[in-house]
């Protein structure tokens, strides 16, 4: 099994910075891509950014130009770096990742507990 753990959450002003942490752990046997989604009251979960091992990144629209996200493959974690926050990024910041688990056949996803990040005005 492949275990997610997310960090970094918090409450920030407008305009501000966070930086999520996702650590994966557990029996390893590959990560594919590893990626950020969010979902905020009354929204449905909607993905934030992701980053193939290969370090090619995607990000939704709202994000561009302000969140950046990264891995490192030697600690098979990814981080979010979020500036100028805006209350509209209010929500539980959820990691995923593709891998395969050793003694698995397949890769499947997985999914952190969530951290809450939110931005007051």
């Known amino acids: 099994q492949v275990q997610l753990v997310e960090s970094g959450g918090g409450l920030v002003q407008a305009g501000g910075s966070l930086r999520l942490s996702c650590a994966a752990s557990?029996?390893?046997?590959?990560?594919?891509?590893m990626g950020w989604f969010r979902q905020a009251p009354g929204k449905q979960r909607a993905l934030v950014a992701i980053?193939?091992?290969?370090?090619?990144?995607n990000y939704a629209d709202s994000v561009k130009g302000r969140f950046t996200i990264s891995r490192d493959n030697a600690k098979n974690t990814t981080y979010l770096q979020m500036n100028s926050l805006k209350p509209e990024d209010t929500a539980v910041y959820y990691c995923?990742?593709?891998?395969?688990?050793?003694?698995?056949?397949?890769?499947?996803?997985?999914w952190g507990q969530g951290t809450q990040v939110t931005v007051s005005s």
């Open positions: 557990g029996s390893i046997f590959g990560i594919s891509d």
């Open positions: 995923w990742s593709t891998a395969q688990a050793m003694g698995a056949m397949t890769s499947r996803n997985y």
């Open positions: 980053i193939s091992s290969g370090d090619s990144a």
